[in-house]
């Protein structure tokens, strides 16, 4: 974008909406938030699978992973088939108590 | 497929089951009509919870997960990982702005955020395009369910159960029975769990609780030669796992009928919090279809089956009715599971095609083709319209050559390609014009049906973009056309972006 566009009114900074730099204040805090959870949702959900490419023998995947057992089940089958569901709960508990915080805190501020 | 006569306790038991569940319909009849998703009166936000999980529950859930299971292993964890993952994205993005708009379907909230007919027109066939293709895959477990309960082949028994389920919501519609939601979840849920344990039972597993101790068997199967491999990248490569993963998850957090159910929630905070018990519900399925599929692999293999590949892969979408055979639990009892299936299916036919039907009687042809038109016109033609629909879905099921899950995941990867950028973008950054949204749904429209229509067809295309998964490259790319496209147009109107950062994001 190196041409100049014709000239438009510039909006009011405090009304840009923008993920990458929210406006101070209510705004910011959540999408931090917002950036703790994805990154501990992407960690556990994909990350995952990396480590398991990371530790394979095999083409297969076998490896350290797959071969300890926990409660019963192969590692990588006890943790994509039952811990990550808890994990998505709790994430999305605790991104419903933080919400409640910060609405309760701005609202008695406005 | 087997013909070996009607069942006749599973047949009595579908006609109790859906009677029982017009009743219920009945009994908490709301003025408001079928044509929208009420739960009724303050259910609680596990109640909200319920209706979420009911809503999402299909044939894909019911019969896809442990037919992906009994074939491919692991891979089939890509499908409840994206399916439960996908609601984490929904909630901590999308939500609670999208209720903010205040429209209930998606092309309304594009019209509302964009401002263009044509973004809108675009919205509303994804919408029946998506609608056709899930409902796909709900008609091929309806059919090879009737299939197996009347003993007949599979077309006779599709044509068969598009009757029974238009039948049905036709009556339901004109005596004016709500869905109770909550009713149909537990039926749904009780459906799924009890013959479950039983198998476990019979099998001699741990089955008061068969979702937690199912572990003796995965692992006596991983031991056993000729049987389901344990390792992870056995039926696909970690790059399909994962590619497979993200798609079902941006999918889920675009699918248009899913997010509809935040508007019937009486308030924002209700409907944020029920999202929890929502993933808790379904995970109680999630963690319950493995245990199915490793369940008849066992039973199979103690009673001599034969086990080769193409064998195997006709019988996948029906492996949680064949478990229950292998263990030799009672006709009434498989047939339990067999209700369960068929009423699944046929609520999440009955919503989509009344979401597609509403996306073209009001987005398309009253918007664009006749503005004139009044209420009651509006009305039959979405009744029109939902009849046509389902006679194209059943062209389509005809011979689908895929299992109930890959097809529903096209279905996810459409979403993810088009709906999905357009309401986070729209959401999230206020500069995204018009141009841009109609730009990226053109883009995610053409990566999906290129990687659907093309990929056997150009070499190394499958492999880089296969069509269950075509998200894991397809949204990102969306993404980046809808910035370049956005900030090469003007900026959208000033109210839209006052309204965004004052109303949409204000605690």
């Known amino acids: 974008m190196t041409d100049t566009p014709p000239p438009r009114p510039v909006p009011n900074p405090d009304y840009r909406v923008n993920f990458f730099r929210p406006r101070a204040g209510y705004l910011r805090q959540k999408v931090r938030y917002t950036w703790v959870l994805l990154i501990s949702w992407a960690f556990f959900t994909l990350g995952f699978q990396f480590l398991l490419l990371l530790t394979q023998d095999t083409p297969e995947g076998d490896g350290l992973i797959t071969e300890t057992i926990l409660f019963g089940f192969p590692l990588h089958y006890w943790f994509s088939g039952q811990f990550l569901i808890v994990w998505f709960i709790l994430l999305c508990f605790f991104f419903n108590l933080f919400v409640d915080h910060l609405t309760r805190i701005h609202r008695k501020n406005r | 497929m087997p013909s070996d006569g009607i069942k006749l306790a599973p047949a009595l038991?579908?006609?109790?089951?859906?009677?029982?569940?017009?009743?219920?319909?009945?009994?908490?009849?709301?003025?408001?009509g079928a044509y929208y998703l009420v739960s009724g009166p303050s259910v609680g936000r596990a109640g909200i919870g319920a209706a979420i999980a009911s809503n999402w529950m299909s044939a894909a859930s019911f019969l896809g997960i442990?037919?992906?299971?009994?074939?491919?292993?692991?891979?089939?964890?890509?499908?409840?990982?994206?399916?439960?993952?996908?609601?984490?994205?929904?909630?901590?993005?999308?939500?609670?702005?999208?209720?903010?708009?205040?429209?209930?379907?998606?092309p309304e909230f594009v019209e509302a955020r964009y401002d263009s007919p044509v973004a809108r027109c675009l919205a509303a066939t994804i919408t029946i395009l998506i609608t056709l293709i899930y409902c796909t895959a709900q008609y091929k477990g309806i059919a090879l369910v009737?299939?197996?309960?009347?003993?007949?082949?599979?077309?006779?028994?599709?044509?068969?159960?598009?009757?029974?389920?238009?039948?049905?919501?036709?009556?339901?519609?004109?005596?004016?029975?709500?869905?109770?939601?909550?009713?149909?979840?537990?039926?749904?849920?009780?459906?799924?769990?009890?013959?479950?344990?039983?198998?476990?039972?019979?099998?001699?597993?741990?089955?008061?609780?068969?979702?937690?101790?199912?572990?003796?068997?995965?692992?006596?199967l991983g031991r056993?030669?000729?049987?389901?491999?344990?390792?992870?990248?056995?039926?696909?490569?970690?790059?399909?796992?994962?590619?497979?993963?993200?798609?079902?998850?941006?999918?889920?957090?675009?699918?248009?009928?899913?997010?509809?159910?935040?508007?019937?929630?009486?308030?924002?905070?209700?409907?944020?919090?029920?999202?929890?018990?929502?993933?808790?519900?379904?995970?109680?399925?999630?963690?319950?279809?493995?245990?199915?599929?490793?369940?008849?692999?066992?039973?199979?293999?103690?009673?001599?089956m034969p086990t080769d590949p193409e064998a195997a892969r006709a019988l996948a979408d029906l492996i949680v009715l064949k478990a229950g055979e292998w263990a030799g639990l009672p006709s009434w009892l498989i047939g339990i599971i067999a209700v369960g299936a068929v009423i699944a299916a046929f609520s999440t036919v009955t919503g989509l095609l009344i979401t597609g039907a509403g996306a073209f009687s009001y987005d398309i042809y009253y918007r664009l083709i006749n503005p004139a038109a009044?209420?009651?016109?509006?009305?039959?033609?979405?009744?029109?319209?939902?009849?046509?629909?389902?006679?194209?879905?059943?062209?389509?099921a005809v011979n689908p050559p895929w299992l109930i899950?890959?097809?529903?995941?096209?279905?996810?990867?459409?979403?993810?390609?088009?709906?999905?950028?357009?309401?986070?973008?729209?959401?999230?950054?206020?500069?995204?014009?018009?141009?841009?949204?109609?730009?990226?749904?053109?883009?995610?429209?053409?990566?999906?049906?290129?990687?659907?229509?093309?990929?056997?067809?150009?070499?190394?295309?499958?492999?880089?973009?296969?069509?269950?998964?075509?998200?894991?490259?397809?949204?990102?790319?969306?993404?980046?056309?809808?910035?370049?496209?956005?900030?090469?147009?003007?900026?959208?109107?000033?109210?839209?972006?006052?309204?965004?950062?004052?109303?949409?994001?204000?605690?």
């Open chain 2, 146 to 220: 009737f299939s197996w309960i009347f003993g007949l082949d599979y077309t006779p028994s599709l044509f068969l159960g598009t009757a029974v389920g238009i039948g049905y919501l036709v009556l339901s519609g004109t005596l004016g029975a709500s869905r109770n939601q909550q009713f149909q979840y537990g039926t749904l849920i009780l459906c799924f769990i009890i013959p479950l344990m039983v198998i476990a039972k019979k099998l001699g597993y741990f089955w008061v609780l068969p979702q937690l101790g199912y572990g003796r068997a995965l692992c006596e």
């Open chain 2, 66 to 106: 442990a037919g992906i299971f009994y074939l491919q292993g692991y891979m089939a964890f890509a499908y409840v990982v994206g399916w439960t993952g996908g609601y984490v994205l929904l909630l901590i993005l999308m939500a609670a702005q999208i209720r903010r708009f205040g429209k209930y379907t998606a």
């Open chain 2, 13 to 32: 038991l579908l006609a109790c089951i859906l009677a029982l569940s017009l009743l219920v319909g009945l009994a908490g009849r709301t003025s408001k």
């Open chain 2, 374 to 396: 009044d209420e009651k016109k509006r009305m039959y033609v979405a009744k029109g319209a939902t009849l046509v629909l389902a006679l194209l879905v059943v062209v389509l």
């Open chain 2, 224 to 304: 056993a030669p000729h049987h389901l491999s344990l390792a992870p990248w056995t039926s696909g490569t970690a790059y399909e796992w994962i590619a497979l993963c993200f798609t079902l998850m941006v999918g889920t957090a675009g699918l248009p009928h899913v997010l509809s159910r935040f508007y019937t929630v009486p308030n924002l905070r209700d409907a944020r919090w029920s999202v929890v018990w929502g993933i808790f519900f379904i995970g109680l399925l999630y963690w319950s279809a493995p245990v199915y599929a490793t369940l008849a692999r066992i039973a199979q293999g103690s009673a001599e």
């Open chain 2, 405 to 507: 899950a890959q097809i529903t995941a096209v279905a996810f990867a459409l979403a993810g390609n088009t709906l999905f950028p357009v309401f986070l973008l729209g959401i999230w950054w206020d500069r995204t014009s018009k141009q841009g949204a109609v730009a990226g749904m053109l883009t995610g429209l053409a990566v999906t049906f290129g990687a659907l229509l093309l990929g056997p067809l150009v070499p190394g295309l499958g492999t880089a973009l296969p069509a269950t998964s075509s998200a894991l490259i397809g949204a990102p790319l969306v993404i980046l056309v809808m910035i370049g496209v956005s900030l090469a147009t003007p900026p959208p109107p000033e109210e839209i972006r006052r309204f965004l950062a004052e109303e949409v994001h204000a605690p």
